[in-house]
């Protein structure tokens, strides 16, 4: 009886966490569903279907584990398998070091929402950098302007500048119609990347940060946290930072 108390509270609280969830969802979404609504309802003529407002109610097939419930279904992509999992973040110096400099742990697949809050993360630190590279999956107006209003210069990609690797043999796909850019910001950064001087400080990123999550998980071996809770997690990650700090900076006083 005693196990099925403790079982049933455990469902309760889920239940409850995923309805709190999904109502913060439907409030971070309701700016730009009113924003699409604005703009549907000033059309004249044929209009289309009208935007769906957001549901502040769980779907049916919500899942949330029982064991470590700040943890969320992700994958890493559309060929790999669904895992109870957490996003680490990382920025790495790309003047040459390549040691990290500060962590995140988010409860997300998605990179975007931590960006700027990663970066600033800094100021009470080491202080906040002039310049930060990122790939298309930072991409986010709000955090560039939040970047750019501490004088920060973000580089972020605008979507992959190729399609295909270099190394890929297989029969190329049939030609899609590129995605058509266009918000402001979208646009002003595409062009800045598109110069010589910046193109060329945004190639620092790959082979700055790439090298840095591989060594982490392939010659330290760690691939998987521990602990569980959002909180513990965050601790695990810092202190696998700076184990790597540690052996960074052998190797580089060594050299």
């Known amino acids: 009886l005693a196990r099925r108390e403790t079982l ?4 309760d609280e889920a239940c409850a966490r995923l309805e709190a969830d999904a109502k913060a969802q439907a409030e971070a979404a309701r700016p730009a569903y009113e924003k699409k609504k604005a703009v549907y309802d ?3 003529g044929r209009r289309g279907r009208a ?3 957001p549901d502040d109610e ?15 279904l992700m994958r ?11 996003n680490a973040q990382a920025v790495v110096c790309a003047e040459g070091s390549q040691l990290i400099v500060t962590t995140g742990v988010v409860a997300t697949s998605a990179d975007a929402p931590s960006f700027a809050d990663t970066v600033l993360s800094m100021e009470d630190t080491i202080g906040l950098p002039e310049k930060v590279l990122a790939d298309t999956g930072y991409a986010s107006g709000q955090a560039v302007r939040k970047l750019q209003e501490k004088g920060i210069d973000p580089l972020v990609a605008i979507g992959r500048p190729c399609a295909r690797r270099p190394y890929d043999f297989r029969p190329h796909p049939e030609a899609k119609e590129p995605r058509r850019i266009t918000e ?32 982490i998980k392939s010659i330290m071996g760690f691939r998987r946290f521990s602990l569980r809770g959002l909180p513990k997690v965050t601790t695990e990650w810092t202190l696998v930072a700076l184990a790597y700090n540690c052996k960074r900076m052998a190797r580089l006083q060594a050299a």
């Open 42 to 44: 000033a059309k004249t």
């Open 76 to 86: 890493r992509s559309d060929a790999h398998e669904f895992r109870q999992a957490y």
């Open 8 to 11: 049933k509270a455990k469902l």
């Open 184 to 215: 402001p910001w979208r646009l002003a950064m595409k062009k800045k990347l598109e110069t010589t001087k910046a193109g060329d400080v945004y190639r620092l990123r790959k082979q700055t940060v790439e090298p840095v999550f591989g060594i």
């Open 51 to 53: 935007p769906k407002p």
């Open 58 to 72: 769980p779907p049916p097939d919500r899942q949330i584990s029982l064991t470590d419930p700040d943890s969320r």
